[in-house]
Structure formats: structure tokens, C-alpha cells
């Protein structure tokens, strides 16, 4: 059974980092691109990045670029997401998903997820 499992979230200070971890289990890693989305309060889940089986395509949020980093390492079969210079706005639960493959216009990404993980909470304050 395919489990996606998100790590790392916590409340931090406006303007700190934090790095949200991937696992994943039971599933061809390197076969498939990892995303990251997020859902801040009340409103809808929104992509953020994308990273393809070889880590080598990267695709950002424009709300995100240049403060976030996704890279991910196959032989352990995680993913990571790096991120800098948080601010309220940032906050949200963060999901880890699995995908068939990245698209150039990330509104487009989330049909091709095809495992979720459950989330973990980023909670930015001011």
C-alpha cells in the first residue's frame, strides 16, 4: 500500500525557515514527479511545486519563487521543500503528493497527483 507521508511543519516567526520532508512508501519513486500544494485557511488547495523524477525540472508557484526550494533524493525515496523568508501568507497545510508528471502551468497539476499524503501544518506568525 502507497503511503505519502509529510514531516516538518511548525509555527515560526515572519521572515524564518523551515524544511517539509516526504516519505514515501511502497511506490516506484523515481518513476514519479513530487509536488507539494498547500491549503490555506478557508480557501482552496493551491500548487506550489513541482520536481520531476530526476530532479532535474523544477516548477514554482509565482508566490513562492525565489524563497522556496524542492529537491528530492531517490535512493531514499523523500522529498523535500525548503523555505525561506516565510511569511503570513504562507500559512497553510502542506501536502506531499505523488504525480505522474509536472506541468509548465502549475494550475494544471493537480489532476495528475495520483497519491496524497495526509498534510502537516505550517502556521507563520507576525
Known amino acids: 500500500q502507497v503511503q505519502v507521508v509529510e514531516s516538518g511543519g511548525d509555527s515560526v516567526q515572519a521572515g524564518g525557515s523551515l524544511t517539509l520532508t516526504c516519505t514515501v512508501l511502497e511506490l516506484e519513486f523515481d518513476r514519479y514527479a513530487m509536488t507539494w500544494f498547500r491549503q490555506p485557511p478557508g480557501k482552496k488547495r493551491e500548487p506550489v511545486s513541482c520536481i520531476e523524477w530526476d530532479g532535474v525540472a523544477k516548477y514554482y508557484a509565482e508566490s513562492v519563487k525565489g524563497r522556496f526550494t524542492t529537491s528530492r533524493d531517490n535512493s531514499r525515496m523523500t522529498a523535500n521543500l525548503q523555505m525561506n523568508s516565510l511569511n503570513s501568507e504562507d500559512t497553510a497545510i502542506y501536502y506531499c503528493?505523488?504525480?505522474?508528471?509536472?506541468?509548465?502551468?502549475?494550475?494544471?497539476?493537480?489532476?495528475?497527483?495520483?497519491?496524497w499524503g495526509h498534510g502537516t501544518q505550517v502556521t507563520v506568525s507576525s
Open positions: 503528493g505523488a504525480a505522474s508528471t509536472c506541468t509548465d502551468n502549475m494550475e494544471t497539476l493537480e489532476p495528475w497527483v495520483d497519491h
